[in-house]
């Protein structure tokens, strides 16, 4: 990195306060010119070293895909809700009902699939799990406002209003069925929980990456050529360059992660005998490729991003967390924009509850038990500040997976559930210990 | 003067908070290209009055009137489609964001497909700088890393960029050094001779002096008095603000206590 960025004349735009010019470091300064958020990139670098520090300890085998492919997975619903929680607690307002949400949901939708709509529609009907997924969403959305509305305009902190929202709805699900688990829920419905069958195949999987790679090439160029047009300062060429090289290589590398695993062999025989297929002596390679739940956290993490930076109200529950008072100065209807944020969360639990259901192929009591803390965690590791106003979605679900790295690795190596507690516990005071410092010296 | 219509016209205005009366039946009112100081002591009703016209507290009763037609302002929502901007003396800034987003605040620009305009929001922002704050620096960081004059600055290019008719100035000089404060002094009168109605709210009654076509005095929630600046002497307009007398009110020992 050093050579590269001494090999540049000065990347010192006029916007860059002078005070932090004189101390930072030539390493630093090539990053400032590639204008990358260096706390993501800290958690890239984070999230990789756990990978790494459990693949070395397990003699490589926490780094075989089947592991990064489960791993990934079960990230899902956790990092699904961490991206709506940065915008509440952005926002100053915090959500612990998400858990119980997710549990009614799910719980909702399993006996909707299992018991209500056959009946109406008939078992396997093609519309069965989009019907379910809309229910799923409008259900999170309906309780979410109810919540964010006695937030909103009764002035009733959030933090008691979504505790009551935790005992309720958990006491909902329970109420559902009298705490009966739902099992199973519709065929289509369940590739939503990924799996090999709910994948979406290799050929698939290498479209997705390219056409991923071909929308980062066309998102930097159009940004250069909108700042050109207004004659701001643009990065150097190389940075332009070096971006777009390593995020392509990052996408296609993830891809390559997900297509190295395989149909286990019992499958492919099966699906080999149900399609009349001869499978040749050295056995059929089918590769999985992305995991639908995958896909959607993906599209999930745009999305967001997309409302969090790109539309109105992103701005302005930014400008809330900032200085509510001037937020509502300013001519921001505040009341309003708390409240589609609860909505906005409650549909990402509906989705969330969508995929934890089709994962588990149906709902138990305790579906979502405790999301709550995992979410809130994943945001705040992600570099969200509870005392609002700052924090990133890719961060969030960066957070997400880096939590959930560690818990899967130390399960993976045999530690019990309360050693892992332990050290999620301690890795989660350490990571926000470490930022508040990093913050503090950066005013 | 009295033949014209007046820009903004407040009549028998109150405000309680709960048992006090903070503003209370207090009329005022301000032509187009005139600047009409309001002074008085701490809590003697000044901010509240503003807070009236801007929306951000709304009055028991009375009325305001815009160009002669009365008006409903509730919420600064109100305020803004009638051309009336404030700058606070907090600045009401929200410190996260960059100087653009919070010039733009609750007004963005957009795109054609919906999404926020940044880089159009930088552009009218570093041209609204170029006449505030030319040393201005600093268009891509939080508010909150910029100095006292540029964060001003930032308040005063949020109040002006939409073409205000009527501005309150909340002692837009308090936190401002005398460079800083002599720049805000000559763009009160500019503005001013562009036809902008300014009311000026200072502890300062020199600042008033400078500055003010008219003033008026609170006192305890009421209107003392409001006079032309060159028919009054700063003594007089003191004594007002003291003693809460008109000064044909007040006896010459009085008016010597003020010195003592």
New interface residues.
């Given amino acids: 990195m050093t050579d590269v960025s001494s090999a540049v004349p000065t990347t010192d735009s006029p916007d860059t306060p002078p005070a932090q010019v004189q101390v930072v470091a030539a390493p630093a300064r090539g990053l400032r010119a590639l204008e990358i958020d260096l706390r993501l990139f800290g958690m890239v670098v984070a999230l990789a070293a756990i990978l790494i520090g459990f693949g070395i300890v397990t003699e490589g085998r926490f780094i075989q895909p089947v592991n990064i492919v489960n791993l990934a997975v079960q990230s899902v619903s956790v990092a699904i809700i961490a991206t709506g929680m940065t915008m509440i607690i952005i926002s100053r307002n915090i959500d612990l009902s998400v858990g119980s949400l997710v549990g009614v949901v799910g719980m909702t939708m399993a006996v909707l699939m299992t018991r209500t709509l056959p009946n109406l529609i008939g078992f396997d009907h093609p519309a069965m799990w989009i019907i379910s997924l809309a229910i799923a969403l409008a259900l999170g959305g309906l309780m979410g406002g109810l919540q964010g509305s006695v937030i909103a305009y009764l002035g009733v902190p959030s933090f008691i209003v979504t505790l009551g929202g935790l005992l309720i709805f958990r006491g909902v699900t329970w109420a559902i069925t009298r705490g009966v688990t739902i099992s199973p829920v519709d065929p289509t419905f369940r590739l939503l929980g990924g799996g090999p069958r709910g994948s979406i195949g290799g050929t698939a999987s290498w479209v997705v990456g390219g056409t991923f790679c071909l929308a980062i090439v066309g998102l930097l160029t159009s940004g250069r050529r909108q700042r050109r047009r207004f004659g701001f300062p643009v990065r150097p060429m190389w940075a332009e360059v070096l971006v777009g090289t390593v995020g392509c290589a990052l996408v296609l590398s993830v891809v390559w992660v997900f297509n190295s695993y395989l149909w286990p062999e019992g499958l492919v025989r099966q699906y080999a005998e149900a399609n009349d297929i001869v499978v040749p002596e050295e056995g059929l390679r089918i590769e999985a490729g992305v995991p639908w739940p995958v896909l959607v956290l993906i599209a999930v993490t745009i999305g967001m991003n997309f409302i969090a930076t790109r539309r109105r109200f992103g701005r302005y529950v930014f400008a809330i967390g900032g200085n509510p008072e001037a937020a509502e100065l300013g001519g921001i209807n505040t009341r309003w924009t708390i409240m589609k944020n609860y909505i906005l969360i409650g549909m990402l639990c509906g989705l969330s509850a969508s995929i934890a259901a089709a994962r588990l192929d149906g709902a138990t009591l305790d579906l979502g038990q405790g999301y709550e803390l995992y979410v809130i965690a994943a945001s705040v590791v992600g570099g969200t500040s509870l005392a609002g106003g700052i924090g990133t979605i890719p961060g969030a679900v960066l957070g997400a997976f880096v939590m959930s790295a560690l818990s899967y690795g130390l399960s993976f190596i045999g530690l019990q559930s309360p050693i892992q507690d332990i050290v999620a516990g301690t890795v989660l005071v350490i990571a926000v210990g470490l930022d508040t410092y990093n913050r503090r010296r950066a005013r | 003067m009295t033949d014209r219509i007046p820009l903004v016209e407040m009549r028998n205005i109150r405000v309680a908070f709960g048992g006090v009366q903070a503003v209370d039946d207090v009329s005022i009112d301000l032509y187009a290209g005139e600047v009409m100081g309001v002074v008085g002591g701490n809590g003697a009703g000044k901010s509240t009055l503003m807070k009236a016209l ?1 929306g ?1 507290h709304k009055a028991d009763s009375g009325e305001i009137l815009i160009d002669g037609k009365p008006v409903t302002i509730a ?3 109100d305020a ?1 489609p009638l051309g009336i901007e ?1 700058i ?1 003396q ?8 960059d100087a653009p ?1 919070n010039v733009f ?4 620009l ?1 795109t054609s497909w ?3 305009d940044d ?2 929001m ?2 009218a922002t570093r041209k609204v700088m170029k006449r505030l704050n030319p040393n201005f ?6 508010v909150q ?1 910029l100095s006292g004059g540029q964060r001003q600055a930032v308040a005063i290019a ?1 109040a002006i960029h939409f073409n205000a008719r009527v501005l309150i100035m909340d002692e837009p000089t308090a936190a401002l050094g005398p460079a800083e404060t002599t720049q805000v002094r000559d763009l009160i009168r500019q503005l001013k001779s562009e036809g902008i109605g300014i009311f000026l709210v200072s502890h300062d009654i020199h600042d008033v002096f400078d500055l003010a076509d008219r003033i008026s005095v609170m006192y305890h929630g009421k209107i003392v008095g409001t006079v032309n600046k060159n028919e009054v002497t700063t003594d007089q307009v003191l004594g007002m603000i003291i003693l809460g007398k008109k000064p044909t009110e007040m006896t010459q020992t009085e008016l010597a206590q003020l010195h003592g």
Avoid at chain 2, 105 to 108: A, K, P, Q, Y
């Fill in positions: 801007s951000a919420t600064p929502r803004k404030t606070y907090t600045l009401a800034l929200a410190e996260n964001i987003s605040l609750g007004r963005e957009m919906g999404t926020l880089s159009a930088e552009d620096a600093g268009f891509k960081q939080p890393s949020r």
